[in-house]
């Protein structure tokens, strides 16, 4: 069964210093693996999408992502923080195949903060 | 473009009281899912709609939640009798669907239920 789990429930940064939100999967083939933000009280928003195409996956507000087989992982990061970043994290796995009848499988979430 | 819309944001009720959510998705969507994120954790999906038929509801307490999708666009979500444990924010998602590659999921703010 396809699962993640992110390492850190909690993460704080200082505005401007970078950002390192971690994620490893469990899958038993090549995952289609996706980061989510979400901000209080607005939606989930896709932030990026690994779906076995190039390993190092960018993704909107600065953020990318590189996918490592062998280490199974799929670690979020971005260079400066910004305050606006401060938010919930989730690393998502797509589950029971790669098109539309797959099912995403969140993981427990990274909450983000950023000082000033 | 519209988003992925939801009603009502807020609703406090009693256990064995009986709640309703609507969603109305992005036009022109097939897909539509229900998920439900208690507080800690990341949502999960409870049942997936491909235009007005369901393609997976194995995470819906069937006792007491029940979905539609009547004509395939719109759905509602209802829970009879709500237990204490039901209290969670209930999101709606929607996404173009069909059999070929997965398509982005695009999610409403949700509704926040809790059940006293």
């Known amino acids: 069964a396809q699962s993640v789990t992110q390492l850190d429930s909690h993460v704080s940064v200082s505005e401007g210093t970078p950002v390192l939100l971690r994620c490893n999967y469990s899958?038993?083939?090549?995952?289609?693996l996706f980061w989510y933000v979400q901000h209080p009280n607005k939606g989930l928003q896709l932030l990026l999408k690994?779906?076995?195409?190039?390993?190092l996956v960018k993704g909107i507000n600065g953020f990318e992502a590189e996918f490592k087989k062998s280490e199974t992982s799929f670690h979020l990061t971005k260079p400066s923080a910004h305050m606006s970043d401060a938010a919930e994290y989730f690393c998502?796995?797509?589950?029971?195949?790669?098109?539309?009848?797959?099912?995403?499988?969140f993981g427990q979430g990274t909450t983000l903060q950023v000082k000033p | 473009e519209a988003g992925v819309a939801q009603s009502p944001r807020y609703k406090i009720i009693e256990k064995r009281q009986s709640v309703a959510f609507w969603c109305n998705p992005i036009?022109?969507?097939?897909?539509l899912y229900w998920y439900q994120q208690i507080l800690g954790q990341g949502p999960k999906l409870l049942i997936q709609?491909?235009?007005?038929?369901?393609?997976?509801d194995s995470q819906l307490p069937k006792d007491r939640f029940s979905a539609e999708r009547l004509k395939g666009v719109d759905s509602t979500l209802k829970i009879q009798p709500a237990k204490l444990e039901d209290s969670a924010v209930y999101l709606c998602?929607?996404?173009?669907?069909?059999?070929?590659?997965?398509?982005?999921?695009?999610f409403g703010p949700g509704t926040r239920l809790t059940v006293l």
């Open positions: 998602a929607s996404s173009l669907g069909g059999t070929g590659a997965y398509n982005e999921q695009f």
């Open positions: 899958s038993s083939y090549s995952p289609s």
């Open positions: 690994y779906t076995s195409a190039a390993t």
């Open positions: 998502v796995v797509l589950y029971g195949g790669s098109g539309n009848t797959g099912k995403l499988i």
């Open positions: 036009s022109g969507h097939a897909t």
């Open positions: 709609f491909q235009n007005n038929g369901v393609v997976d």
